[in-house]
């Protein structure tokens, strides 16, 4: 099913690059893995899946220290400032930055693992829906800048989740703004190039506004069992 799952999804993705005059190759597919069990991700591995999101700090660190070979590991959920070590020690990229306190957490937690840790700002751009997140651009601004004098983090970009919602409007009016405050914080001197945006329901409107990490789970693996935890299963 993974494999059958990830044709389908590719040759999407291929399509709406195409429409929207965009190469594929632009896009970094981070298969998000939270709640399925490392077979899975032994599955997706083997048919070329190299990007893998979890948005649980232990079960990422879990799952790291049985698997980690040939993975590019992401932390995409929220994080909690005693949780930052397991997030450093095992993400290639934390995407989920909302506050000073850890930024400044992921700095020291980097320094000590001899690392630079790269991360992405998460913007709450739909308000309601989403409690995680900046909310204004002053902020984001002032840790934008604030994370440019860290020695230990190197900050890539911005992410954000649209919300759960049919109405397309507004789906694509979260993905424009985030990439407005992307191009507004370059023009203030920075040079983020990744716009972490689009899951399963959509990915599509996130591509054709400039996304360059999509994160789908449903579309590969499938509905996520939540009666069994991934490590029962
Ligand atoms: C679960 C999750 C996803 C993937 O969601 P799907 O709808 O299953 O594709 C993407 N981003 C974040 C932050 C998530 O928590």
Redesign the pocket.
């Known amino acids: 099913m993974i494999r059958e799952n990830l044709n389908r999804l590719r040759q999407k993705i291929k399509e709406i690059c195409q429409k929207c005059d965009r190469k594929p190759e632009e896009i970094t597919l981070v298969a998000?893995s939270?709640n399925n069990p490392v077979s899975v991700i032994e599955e997706a591995l083997k048919y070329g899946v190299k990007n893998f999101g979890e948005?649980k700090a232990q079960e990422l660190r879990d799952k790291f220290e049985v698997k980690s070979d040939g993975i590019i590991w992401h932390f995409?959920?929220h994080l909690q400032t005693n949780k930052v070590k397991y997030a450093v020690k095992a993400a290639e990229l934390i995407h989920s930055v909302d506050s000073a306190k850890v930024l400044d957490e992921i700095n020291k937690r980097a320094a000590s693992e001899n690392k630079i840790q790269k991360i992405l700002f998460e913007v709450n751009t739909s308000d309601e829906s989403n409690k995680y997140g900046l909310k204004n651009f002053e902020d984001l601004k002032m840790l934008a800048f604030a994370a440019e004098e860290l020695p230990n983090v190197k900050a890539l970009g911005l992410m954000t989740?649209a919300p759960y919602t049919d109405d397309k409007k507004i789906i694509r009016d979260c993905f424009i703004q985030l990439r407005q405050w992307k191009d507004e914080l370059n023009g203030l001197g920075l040079q983020y190039s990744e716009l972490s945006m689009g899951?399963?329901?959509d990915f599509d409107i996130a591509i054709e506004e400039g996304s360059t990490i999509i994160?789908?789970?449903?579309?590969i693996f499938g509905e996520r069992d939540y009666s069994q935890k991934w490590n029962e299963q």
């Not at 994160?215 to 579309?219: L, N, S």
């Open positions: 998000v939270k948005n995409i959920g989740m899951m399963t329901n994160r789908i789970g449903t579309a």
